[in-house]
């Protein structure tokens, strides 16, 4: 972003237990390292933790070896964290650079970067000087070389200046109707240099929404006023013609079928633009899992007739996936699971899943182990873009304290996206069953009709910080050989709040309520029935919450209510600490009994990774009953809810 002065020159002056194991392999890795000089690097789960420079600079051609020093005397704290982390320098200072050029290419490249650093805190008066052995890097001519012993000493002298506020802005163009407030350009507001290109990329948005795919800023003046620190701007916009779509072309598929591709896009040749539909496509695209990259862009210019074409470029993933995956409980166990897929199965994408789980290891006896494996398969697109067919097969043998079950079910439904926040499915099931409870052993073949909405606006869904998950559900079901009939219904939902703007603090709830109408409780089979305690209410055991038998073991209820409530901590970019509290109720009637609340609390730590957080959690239960345990730690991947 250009900025002109009309008194001064702005900018450069020149002259200037997973969790454990994860930590366990850092500190082994360490060890390693110290007594094994010949080692590269060690990796875990893809993660460098740790790489010898000496291998890593190997290949430098005449390493010249330097130092840094930072001088800042009028930056606060925060501002002068933010432009040592601006400094390549800084950031390299333990790599050498290859020979005297090298390092004044990277001593000019780094002013550059650090005035670009004060714009983007609204100085324009910042001035950077950079001297390398005691020179400015400006009297060195470009063939310097730098000699004497190492590592050559570069000072990098900084003197921000004031803080700039917005001064006059004007719209010009296409843009002279909109109100410049609309898009954050107040003045007496944020001048920095984002703010200003935010504001024109949300102009140019305001445009893009009436259909028009060619807006854009043709003309942008930035004038620093330095007598009063202010930054006057005049915005020139030019929006363009309303436009359809016209054609969708494809590169860079390959096993992928090019045609279903364009498909997908769900971009129909003749309907207005809309640039909200062109982030939908490309959200769908990699929604089917099998493009690790798209991109989708309008033309630069109209067709003939008057339309945009539209391009869309994509790379592949590998078809194939495995992944096995475990988590810990010191009340349930370890449970291991891993599915196999193939994401492109026939080439419009279709997905077959193999899955399978053992859980209960170390808690049960191995005659007493769990078991599932089941087969899914998945096809997009079967009734427009948004729309999802999958059908499976799932078996399962399991031992839980309630119940003794074998079961045999298959489904088959349609899942539909009404739009990027709200998603809905129906399905058909009929699951063969066998069960031995406290009220006997039992027979079952139950055909039912689950229903299913979810909203979620979270803006991540593996550790969100903002937003909201509301779950929806109602399964009609009716028992062919003992002809009960009874609806399931399960309500959920999830709040993240974050405290701070960056969200270092985050509050996190989750309120989830169900009931089971049409039957007593003899009448529901065991497996359907619900239950609470374990990873749900923190501190007890799996199942431990509410009725039992005079034998003490649990026989579920036809309603409960749970919630949870986190301060989600960031201690640093990747360790987080969360204290907690669950609570959750199981009772026979049709209705909560909140009477017989229990409630857990503890704390868990966080190691976050590209694929979601690493979770550990202690709690205790603060109402321990009868045959409760006296603490519970669990770990796994992901954040709790």
Same mark, same amino acid.
């Given at each position: 972003?250009?900025? %002109?002065?009309?008194?001064?020159?702005?900018?450069?002056?020149?002259?200037?237990?997973?969790?454990?194991?994860?930590?366990?392999?850092?500190?082994?890795?360490?060890?390693?390292?110290?007594?094994?000089?010949?080692?590269?690097?060690?990796?875990?789960?893809?993660?460098?933790?740790?790489?010898?420079?000496?291998?890593?600079?190997?290949?430098?051609?005449?390493?010249?070896?330097?130092?840094?020093?930072?001088?800042?005397?009028?930056?606060?704290?925060?501002?002068?964290?933010?432009?040592?982390?601006?400094?390549?320098?800084?950031?390299?200072?333990?790599? #050498?650079?290859?020979?005297?050029?090298?390092?004044?290419?990277?001593?000019?490249?780094?002013?550059?970067?650090?005035?670009?650093?004060?714009?983007?805190?609204?100085?324009?008066?910042?001035?950077?000087?950079?001297?390398?052995?005691?020179?400015?890097?400006?009297?060195? #001519?470009? =063939?310097?070389?730098?000699?004497? *012993?190492?590592?050559?000493? &570069?000072?990098?002298?900084?003197?921000?200046?004031?803080?700039?506020?917005?001064?006059?802005?004007?719209?010009?163009?296409?843009?002279?109707?909109?109100?410049?407030?609309?898009?954050?350009?107040?003045?007496?507001?944020?001048?920095?240099?984002?703010?200003?290109?935010?504001?024109?990329?949300?102009?140019?948005?305001?445009?893009?929404?009436?259909?028009?795919?060619?807006?854009?800023?043709?003309?942008?003046?930035?004038?620093?006023? %330095?007598?009063?620190?202010?930054?006057? &701007?005049?915005? !020139?916009?030019?929006?363009?013609?309303?436009?359809?779509?016209?054609?969708?072309?494809?590169?860079?598929?390959?096993?992928?079928?090019?045609? $279903?591709?364009?498909?997908?896009?769900?971009?129909?040749?003749?309907?207005?633009?809309?640039?909200?539909?062109?982030?939908?496509?490309? =959200?769908?695209?990699?929604?089917?899992?099998? $493009?690790? /990259?798209?991109?989708?862009?309008?033309?630069?210019?109209?067709?003939?007739?008057?339309?945009? *074409?539209?391009?869309?470029?994509?790379?592949?993933?590998?078809? %194939?996936?495995?992944?096995? &995956?475990?988590?810990?409980? /010191?009340?349930?166990?370890?449970?291991?699971?891993?599915?196999?897929?193939?994401?492109?199965?026939?080439?419009?994408?279709?997905?077959?899943?193999?899955?399978?789980?053992?859980?209960?290891?170390?808690?049960?006896?191995?005659?007493?182990?769990?078991?599932?494996?089941?087969?899914?398969?998945?096809?997009?697109?079967?009734?427009? *873009?948004? /729309?999802?067919?999958?059908?499976?097969?799932?078996?399962?043998?399991? %031992?839980?304290?309630? +119940?003794?079950? $074998?079961?045999?079910?298959?489904?088959?439904?349609?899942?539909?996206?009404?739009?990027?926040?709200?998603?809905?499915?129906?399905?058909?099931?009929?699951?063969?069953?066998?069960?031995?409870?406290?009220?006997?052993?039992?027979?079952?073949?139950?055909?039912?009709?689950?229903?299913?909405?979810?909203? =979620?606006?979270?803006?991540?869904?593996?550790?969100? !910080?903002?937003? @909201?998950?509301?779950?929806? +559900?109602?399964?009609?079901?009716?028992?062919?050989?003992?002809?009960?009939?009874?609806?399931?219904?399960?309500?959920?939902?999830?709040?993240?709040?974050?405290?701070?703007?960056?969200?270092?603090?985050?509050?996190?709830?989750?309120?989830?309520?169900?009931?089971?109408?049409?039957?007593?409780?003899?009448? &529901?089979?065991?497996?359907?029935? @619900?239950?609470?305690?374990?990873?749900?209410?923190?501190?007890?055991?799996?199942?431990?919450?509410? #009725?039992?038998?005079?034998?003490?073991?649990?026989?579920?209820?036809?309603?409960?209510?749970?919630?949870?409530?986190?301060?989600?901590?960031?201690?640093? =970019?990747?360790?987080?600490?969360?204290? @907690?509290?669950?609570?959750?109720?199981?009772?026979?009637?049709?209705?909560?009994? @909140?009477?017989?609340?229990?409630?857990?609390?503890?704390?868990?730590?966080?190691?976050?990774?590209?694929?979601?957080?690493?979770?550990?959690?202690?709690?205790?239960?603060?109402?321990?009953?009868?045959?409760?345990?006296?603490?519970?730690? +669990?770990?796994?991947?992901?954040?709790?809810?």
């Amino acid at each position: 972003m250009p900025v %002109h002065g009309r008194q001064t020159a702005v900018g450069c002056a020149s002259g200037g237990v997973l969790l454990q194991i994860v930590l366990l392999a850092v500190v082994c890795s360490t060890a390693l390292a110290a007594q094994s000089r010949s080692a590269a690097a060690f990796e875990l789960f893809g993660l460098k933790l740790w790489e010898l420079s000496s291998d890593e600079d190997a290949d430098i051609v005449d390493p010249l070896r330097y130092t840094v020093t930072i001088d800042a005397p009028d930056a606060d704290e925060d501002l002068a964290e933010k432009l040592e982390n601006a400094s390549a320098l800084k950031a390299d200072e333990e790599h #050498p650079v290859s020979g005297s050029l090298g390092l004044l290419a990277k001593a000019r490249s780094d002013r550059e970067q650090l005035v670009a650093a004060f714009y983007a805190d609204a100085l324009y008066e910042g001035v950077v000087t950079i001297t390398i052995q005691g020179k400015p890097l400006d009297d060195l #001519p470009p =063939d310097a070389e730098f000699s004497g *012993p190492q590592p050559i000493p &570069v000072v990098i002298s900084i003197a921000a200046g004031p803080k700039f506020t917005l001064g006059n802005i004007r719209l010009k163009g296409d843009a002279a109707g909109l109100a410049s407030a609309d898009f954050g350009l107040i003045a007496g507001g944020d001048a920095s240099s984002g703010a200003v290109l935010k504001a024109e990329a949300a102009i140019v948005r305001a445009l893009k929404q009436e259909g028009r795919p060619l807006a854009k800023v043709t003309g942008r003046e930035i004038v620093a006023e %330095h007598a009063g620190s202010t930054l006057d &701007v005049t915005l !020139t916009v030019a929006a363009g013609p309303v436009a359809g779509y016209g054609g969708t072309t494809v590169e860079g598929t390959e096993k992928v079928d090019r045609d $279903f591709t364009e498909y997908m896009t769900g971009l129909k040749r003749g309907r207005q633009y809309s640039p909200d539909e062109i982030d939908d496509a490309r =959200d769908r695209l990699l929604g089917l899992e099998v $493009f690790n /990259s798209v991109t989708v862009k309008e033309a630069d210019a109209l067709d003939a007739e008057g339309n945009i *074409p539209i391009g869309v470029e994509v790379s592949e993933r590998k078809p %194939h996936h495995l992944d096995l &995956v475990g988590s810990l409980s /010191s009340t349930d166990g370890l449970d291991l699971k891993g599915n196999w897929e193939h994401r492109n199965l026939f080439g419009p994408a279709e997905k077959l899943r193999i899955d399978g789980k053992i859980s209960g290891i170390g808690s049960n006896d191995l005659s007493q182990l769990n078991y599932s494996a089941g087969v899914m398969f998945e096809k997009p697109g079967v009734v427009g *873009p948004a /729309s999802k067919f999958f059908a499976g097969v799932n078996t399962v043998l399991e %031992h839980p304290d309630a +119940y003794d079950r $074998f079961s045999v079910k298959g489904n088959t439904g349609l899942s539909y996206e009404l739009d990027k926040q709200q998603t809905v499915s129906a399905e058909v099931a009929l699951d063969y069953s066998k069960i031995t409870d406290s009220f006997g052993k039992h027979t079952y073949l139950i055909a039912s009709v689950p229903l299913r909405y979810v909203f =979620d606006n979270r803006d991540n869904r593996l550790n969100p !910080t903002t937003g @909201f998950r509301a779950l929806a +559900y109602a399964e009609p079901s009716y028992d062919i050989l003992n002809g009960a009939a009874f609806v399931k219904l399960r309500g959920e939902g999830s709040a993240y709040q974050s405290l701070d703007t960056a969200s270092k603090f985050v509050l996190a709830e989750r309120v989830a309520i169900g009931s089971i109408i049409g039957a007593g409780l003899q009448d &529901v089979p065991a497996d359907r029935r @619900f239950y609470s305690g374990g990873g749900s209410v923190r501190g007890y055991a799996y199942q431990g919450i509410g #009725p039992k038998d005079i034998e003490g073991e649990p026989i579920g209820g036809l309603s409960f209510f749970e919630t949870s409530l986190e301060m989600r901590i960031a201690i640093t =970019d990747t360790i987080g600490v969360v204290p @907690f509290v669950d609570a959750g109720t199981v009772s026979t009637n049709q209705f909560p009994d @909140f009477s017989g609340m229990k409630v857990g609390a503890g704390v868990g730590l966080r190691y976050i990774t590209p694929f979601g957080p690493l979770r550990i959690d202690a709690a205790v239960p603060l109402n321990r009953g009868p045959g409760d345990p006296s603490f519970g730690i +669990y770990a796994g991947i992901g954040q709790a809810f």
